[in-house]
T-cell receptor, first 114, second 114 residues
Framework: KNQVEQSPQSLIILEGKNCTLQCNYTVSPFSNLRWYKQDTGRGPVSLTIMTFSENTKSNGRYTATLDADTKQSSLHITASQLSDSASYICVVSAGSNSGYALNFGKGTSLLVTP | EPEVTQTPSHQVTQMGQEVILRCVPISNHLYFYWYRQILGQKVEFLVSFYNNEISEKSEIFDDQFSVERPDGSNFTLKIRSTKLEDSAMYFC????????????FGAGTRLSVL
């Protein structure tokens, strides 16, 4: 069964600090891994997307890493801002033979405080 | 920037009633999806739709659910006889099925079944 596990479940950090979120997955066949940001009551917004051949990808203050061998990914947020407070969701795509269905983790709830 | 729009933003219905959730995907997209998120839980895949037919569906998408693209712009999710456990946030997404197949999500419809 395809699964995506994230840790920690929630995290509180001070504004300006860095943090790293973790994702482990068992999805087959693997197509790509995405990190989404979801504000409360809104739809998910894509931050990064990586295939198995990519080890790292950055989008501004967000840097994602992927180890396809160990099936682990991380999202590093640098110099956090209050607006970074949201749920960060790791999503793994199983590819076209699965109708491009996305497998979602439960998310890490991040709170950035002044 | 083009976006996926969903209506209504909040739907309240009585148990046993039929509801239709509406979505207008991004105009040049060819793949359409429905996801749901029960409060406090992860986003779950329901169905993907391509070329006027279902390409993949999850175990959740049973006979009480149906999807339709009634015209060139709308994509609907119908729940025939709602149950209390159908209360959730329903997200529509669309994509161009090339490359990374990035799915763009709408803001969601919150369905409350009383």
């Amino acid at each position: 069964k395809n699964q995506v596990e994230q840790s920690p479940q929630s995290l509180i950090i001070l504004e300006g600090k860095n943090c790293t979120l973790q994702c482990n997955y068992t999805v087959s066949p693997f197509s790509n891994l995405r990190w989404y940001k979801q504000d409360t009551g809104r739809g998910p917004v894509s931050l990064t997307i990586m295939t198995f051949s990519e080890n790292t990808k950055s989008n501004g203050r967000y840097t994602a890493t992927l180890d396809a061998d160990t099936k682990q990914s991380s999202l590093h947020i640098t110099a956090s801002q209050l607006s970074d407070s949201a749920s960060y969701i790791c999503v793994v795509s199983a590819g076209s033979n699965s109708g491009y269905a996305l497998n979602f983790g439960k998310g890490t709830s991040l709170l950035v405080t002044p | 920037e083009p976006e996926v729009t969903q209506t209504p933003s909040h739907q309240v219905t009585q148990m046993g009633q039929e509801v239709i959730l509406r979505c207008v995907p991004i105009s040049n997209h060819l793949y359409f999806y429905w996801y749901r998120q029960i409060l406090g839980q992860k986003v779950e895949f329901l169905v993907s739709f391509y070329n006027n037919e279902i390409s993949e569906k999850s175990e959740i998408f049973d006979d009480q659910f149906s999807v339709e693209r009634p015209d060139g712009s709308n994509f609907t999710l119908k729940i025939r006889s709602t149950k209390l456990e159908d209360s959730a946030m329903y997200f529509c997404a669309s994509s161009v099925p090339t490359g990374m197949n990035i799915q763009y999500f709408g803001a969601g419809t919150r369905l409350s079944v009383l």
